[in-house]
């Protein structure tokens, strides 16, 4: 089945991605249905599903379904354009042709899902990490750096929320890098963002921002490598 489904989703990236031209993508939003690059954007699928998957008759009805579900949730994503934030719909779109996908693959091969692996001490254990890392976390952050409000603190001279998802990211990142056991590169994405943080350390007119930024990262690092560190202790118990 990885290999059907690898198959079909190199396709759909040659097809969306590799030959579809910007301006394709321009006409099609300002025409809709009527424009002639929607055609070809689909016959285009159509023609790289058959060369990847070796003109093999065996696919002919997955082939079609995929390209005609291609042609449908692109039509609708169109007509969506103005009315759905375009973030929001392009990943709504990519995930509803990764769906066609896995269902098709699923369909040409004889697969059963065993639901009890949802249950496994593993797989609660990632969830919960996960959960710790994202959620939990950022509460915590803010609880513990709300005790202190500088005056470069400024919101409106930062992206919304950018503060909230640049902690999240470099969590995931530190925690990913435990659980293969890859510590070195912890020091490197330390080093990385203390490059990026270098001009507002220069810039301050005292420590306290130092002491600041300071205290974020290695709260924020800390909370990740403790987690990370319960995880791998609690998937190799042997019960």
């Avoid at 301006?23 to 954007?41: E, G, M, N």
């Avoid at 435990?178 to 490197?188: C, K, M, T």
């Amino acid at each position: 089945m990885m290999l059907l489904v690898l198959k079909l989703v190199l396709a759909h990236a040659i097809g969306d991605f590799v030959l579809q031209p910007d301006h394709w993508v321009k006409d099609k939003i300002l025409k809709k249905h009527k424009s002639k690059y929607l055609y070809y954007h689909v016959l285009i699928h159509a023609i790289t599903l058959l060369v990847i998957l070796q003109f093999d008759t065996t696919y002919w009805l997955g082939i079609t379904t995929i390209v005609v579900s291609h042609y449908i949730i692109d039509l609708i994503k169109l007509h969506l354009t103005s009315k759905i934030n375009v973030r929001r719909l392009f990943l709504m779109d990519q995930i509803a042709h990764l769906i066609i996908i896995i269902l098709v693959a699923v369909a040409y091969t004889s697969y059963s899902v065993d639901i009890d692996v949802l249950y496994t001490k593993n797989t609660i254990a990632l969830l919960l990490s996960l959960i710790a890392i994202t959620s939990i976390a950022s509460v915590i952050m803010r609880l513990i750096m709300s005790k202190w409000i500088l005056d470069e603190d400024d919101a409106n001279d930062s992206l919304e929320k950018a503060g909230k998802y640049i902690g999240i990211l470099e969590r995931l990142f530190v925690f990913g890098f435990i659980i293969i056991n890859q510590w070195s590169a912890i020091g490197l994405l330390i080093a990385a963002k203390s490059v990026f943080r270098f001009g507002d350390l220069s810039k301050a007119k005292d420590r306290k921002l130092t002491e600041y930024i300071l205290i974020g990262t290695l709260l924020s690092f800390g909370i990740a490598i403790t987690v990370g560190l319960c995880y791998n202790y609690i998937i190799n118990l042997k019960s």
